[in-house]
C-alpha cells in the first residue's frame, strides 16, 4: 500500500506543478497581448483650417486691343483648406476675396472686383516638427467686377460697350508657412478671350494668418 499512496501523491504533485505553469503562461501571453493594443497613437500635427491674407498686386489689365493699363492693386481675403487625403499633405483651398484698383496711367479710374478662387496646395515639412512648410499650390478663380469708373471722365466702364464684368483665370504660385503666419508669392492671367475686356496679368505678395 505504501508505493501506491507515494505514487498518488508523486502524481498530486505533479500536476498541481503543471497547472500552476500553465496559468503562468497564459497570464504572461495576456499581459503581452494588452501591451500591444494599449500603444499609444503617434501624435499628429495641427493643420489649421482657416486663413486671412492681405496682397498687393502689381497688374496690367490689356483694356482694347492696342491699350494697355498699369494697375496698383490691394486685395483682402480668406480660404478654406481641406485636407484631401489623411495621411498625406494634400489639400483643396477655397475662399473669396476683394481687391481694390486704382491707376492714372492713361485714366483717372478705380476698380472693385469680387473673385472666388480654388486652389490644389501641397505641403512639403523640411523638418519634423513640422512648424514650417513650403507649399507650392496652383488653381483658377472666377472673377466679377462690382464698380470699374473712369474719375477723370465720370464714365462707368462696365457700360454696355465696355469691360466685361465677368471672366475666368489662372493662378499658380508659392507659400512658405512659420508656423501659423505665412508669405506667399503668386502669378495670375486670364485665360485668353479675345472678345472680353479687360485682360489681367497680375504679379502678387501675400500676408497671412491661419486660425
Known amino acids: 500500500m505504501r508505493p501506491t499512496r507515494k505514487t498518488m501523491a508523486l502524481c498530486a504533485i505533479l500536476c498541481l506543478s503543471l497547472n500552476a505553469q500553465a496559468q503562468f503562461d497564459d497570464d504572461y501571453d495576456v499581459e503581452e497581448w ?108 472666377v472673377r466679377a467686377i462690382a464698380m470699374a469708373h473712369d474719375c477723370s471722365s465720370h464714365t462707368n466702364l462696365c457700360g454696355s460697350n465696355g469691360w466685361g464684368r465677368f471672366q475666368v483665370a489662372w493662378q499658380a504660385g508659392i507659400r512658405f508657412y512659420m508656423n501659423r503666419y505665412f508669405l506667399g508669392f503668386s502669378y495670375s492671367r486670364d485665360f485668353r478671350d479675345s472678345s472680353k475686356f479687360p485682360g489681367v496679368r497680375e504679379c502678387g505678395v501675400h500676408l497671412g494668418c491661419c486660425f
Open 34 to 141: 494588452s501591451l500591444e493594443e494599449e500603444e499609444a497613437p503617434k501624435p499628429q500635427h495641427k493643420e489649421y483650417k482657416n486663413a486671412i491674407y492681405l496682397q498687393y498686386s502689381p497688374s496690367r489689365y490689356k483694356v482694347s486691343d492696342d491699350c494697355r493699363v498699369h494697375f496698383n492693386e490691394f486685395l483682402l481675403g480668406y480660404n478654406r483648406l481641406i485636407q484631401v487625403m489623411e495621411e498625406k499633405p494634400y489639400f483643396v483651398e477655397a475662399g473669396a476675396n476683394v481687391k481694390f484698383s486704382w491707376t492714372k496711367d492713361m485714366m483717372d479710374a478705380r476698380v472693385i472686383t469680387f473673385r472666388i478662387p480654388v486652389n490644389v496646395l501641397y505641403k512639403i515639412y523640411p523638418w519634423k516638427e513640422k512648424d514650417y512648410a513650403i507649399a507650392p499650390f496652383a488653381g483658377a478663380s
